[in-house]
């Protein structure tokens, strides 16, 4: 019966991190079109933004299932921790079993540090893109409002500006 609970917890602890590579890989490859999105189409990056936020909920779906398959497991073994890895529970599985979880444990970190690598760099290209576009609103902006001390040629006749423009007319 233990034997059987076993087979059972190590094979759904690999179904889920194959589950949790394969979000990753996804993640990636979108994370990789937003930053082109950012370069040069942005009207898609709402969509692609959108996207990784459903791909981050299911990854974060299959993070809260490998920490409940591993907390039964250990409990199953009895060496039940109060922050068990999937490191400590190596020496339990076959050595053949052991090293396919390790290499997808590794892998899935591996592909966490891509991701973060890649949205740095999309937030760095966004917070410039930002940058630009408020500068270049501030210089518009500049470019119609008359300068302090500006008085019309027409110096007894009161000018407004108009509305919003900073640019002054007379009827």
């Given at each position: 019966?233990?034997?059987?609970?076993?087979?059972?917890?190590?094979?759904?602890?690999?179904?889920?991190?194959?589950?949790?590579?394969?979000?990753?890989?996804?993640?990636?490859?979108?994370?990789?079109?937003?930053r082109a999105a950012l370069l040069n189409e942005p009207e898609l990056v709402p969509q692609?933004?959108?996207?990784?936020?459903?791909?981050?909920?299911?990854?974060?779906?299959?993070?809260?299932k490998c920490r409940q398959v591993i907390q039964e497991f250990s409990i199953s073994l009895?060496?039940?921790?109060?922050?068990?890895?999937?490191?400590?529970?190596?020496?339990?599985?076959?050595?053949?079993?052991?090293?396919?979880?390790?290499?997808?444990?590794?892998?899935?970190?591996?592909?966490?540090?891509?991701?973060?690598?890649?949205?740095?760099?999309?937030?760095?290209?966004?917070?410039?893109?930002?940058?630009?576009?408020?500068?270049?609103?501030?210089?518009?902006?500049?470019?119609?409002?008359?300068?302090?001390?500006?008085?019309?040629?027409?110096?007894?006749?009161?000018?407004?500006?108009?509305?919003?423009?900073?640019?002054?007319?007379?009827?």
């Open positions: 019966m233990v034997a059987d609970k076993f087979i059972i917890n190590r094979f759904e602890l690999e179904q889920v991190l194959v589950q949790q590579f394969r979000l990753l890989q996804e993640l990636i490859e979108l994370s990789k079109k937003e692609l933004v959108e996207d990784k936020e459903v791909l981050l909920d299911k990854m974060g779906l299959m993070e809260d009895g060496v039940h921790l109060e922050n068990t890895s999937i490191q400590a529970l190596l020496p339990f599985f076959k050595a053949e079993d052991a090293n396919r979880i390790k290499n997808l444990s590794e892998g899935i970190y591996s592909l966490a540090g891509q991701a973060r690598e890649i949205n740095h760099a999309s937030q760095a290209i966004a917070v410039t893109k930002l940058d630009w576009l408020k500068a270049t609103q501030s210089f518009l902006i500049s470019m119609f409002q008359p300068e302090s001390g500006y008085r019309s040629p027409m110096s007894g006749t009161h000018q407004e500006p108009a509305t919003g423009l900073g640019v002054e007319f007379r009827a």
